[in-house]
């Protein structure tokens, strides 16, 4: 895909106070400068941030930046996120990204869980084709999946719910990525299928949260991380130098353009643009 075809967007993770709150403000004011497609801000597991979201979502939005919410029914009833739903539509929000979302430790299997296509179907059934609704995909499968077969067929049923695009979870492996596509194309799902990329700046970090999500650090990757544990400065130019590496073999093989997850820094991100020459 060329050039100006190709979407970008910056995600922030739900903010839980107020200090938080200035935090993605202040964020947002210095990657607007990059005039992204738009920006998104996660939603605690189970709900938990509701109140974050909504006023990291509403402060974006009044700036005149396109901003999606995150959304899950977490523990909540249908009638509560039809209310939310429906104060971001009078907002004038016009993008969701719609998951199942992580569950909260504690709840386990007893809960209720409504899976993201059940998601979309209810937001298309209360909004009609007002939301462009994003949904999560996952080149290196879903760690909960049973098989290849059964994520994918469960990916196709969120777009036949009425999801127009998806991000994808992070990956450094552009490989996963690109038979994705050719199995997500095989199966007839056309949507675009947009990279989460997530920049290295740290190594415990990343390793905790790439286990529980189920994404893979290639060993050559974590070798070299563990080896400048203690220099920061390396680790750091050492991710940059990998994922700038990434982004652009992505985007050369036709990606249709990339979403950032900031982790509320501006910094890697506007680096790895600036080395993309974005
Ligand atoms: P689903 O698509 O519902 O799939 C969940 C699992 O169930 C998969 O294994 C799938 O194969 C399987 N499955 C799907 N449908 C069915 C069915 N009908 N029957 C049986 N099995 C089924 N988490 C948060 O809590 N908050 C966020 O803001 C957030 N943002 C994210 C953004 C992106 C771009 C991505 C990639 C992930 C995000 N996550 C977030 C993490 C996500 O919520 C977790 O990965 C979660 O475990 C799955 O969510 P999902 O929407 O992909 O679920």
């Known amino acids: 895909m060329s050039g100006p075809d190709r979407r970008f967007s910056f995600e922030f993770s739900a903010p839980k106070n107020a200090e938080a709150i200035e935090k ?29 979201t909504k006023q990291a979502v509403l402060d974006i939005n009044k700036t005149g930046s396109e901003v999606a ?4 029914f977490g523990g909540d009833d249908e009638a509560k996120i039809e209310q939310l739903i429906l104060d971001y539509r009078n907002a004038g929000v016009k ?23 059940q998601l979309v179907e209810f937001i298309r059934r209360k909004t009609g084709d007002h939301f462009h609704i994003e949904v999560a995909a996952y080149p290196e499968i879903h760690p909960e999946s049973t098989s290849v077969k059964a994520d994918l067929q469960y990916f196709k049923q969120k777009v036949d719910a009425g999801a127009n695009s998806a991000i994808t979870q992070y990956f450094y492996n552009p490989d996963a990525y690109f038979r994705y596509l050719d199995d997500c194309t095989a199966l007839g799902v056309n949507i675009p299928i947009v990279p989460g990329i997530m920049p290295i700046t740290n190594f415990r970090g990343l390793v905790r949260f790439s286990h529980n999500c189920g994404a893979e650090i290639p060993r050559w990757i974590s070798k070299h991380l563990q ?28 990606a249709p353009g990339l979403h950032f997850y900031t982790l509320n820094q501006s910094l890697p ?3 790895l643009w600036r080395n993309l020459g974005l």
């Open 95 to 117: 993008r969701v990204v719609a998951l199942r979302g992580d569950i909260p430790s504690g709840m386990g299997s007893s809960t209720n869980i409504a899976y993201a296509n």
């Open 227 to 254: 080896d400048y544990e203690n220099d920061p400065q390396s680790l750091k130019a050492f991710g940059e130098e990998v994922v700038t590496n990434l982004c652009q073999r992505l985007l050369d093989g036709g």
């Open 24 to 52: 993605v403000k202040s964020v947002h004011k210095k990657l607007v400068k990059l005039n992204p497609h738009f920006f998104s801000v996660t939603y605690g597991a189970g709900g938990s941030t509701k109140e974050g």
């Open 269 to 271: 991100t506007l680096r």
């Open 69 to 72: 919410p995150h959304l899950s």
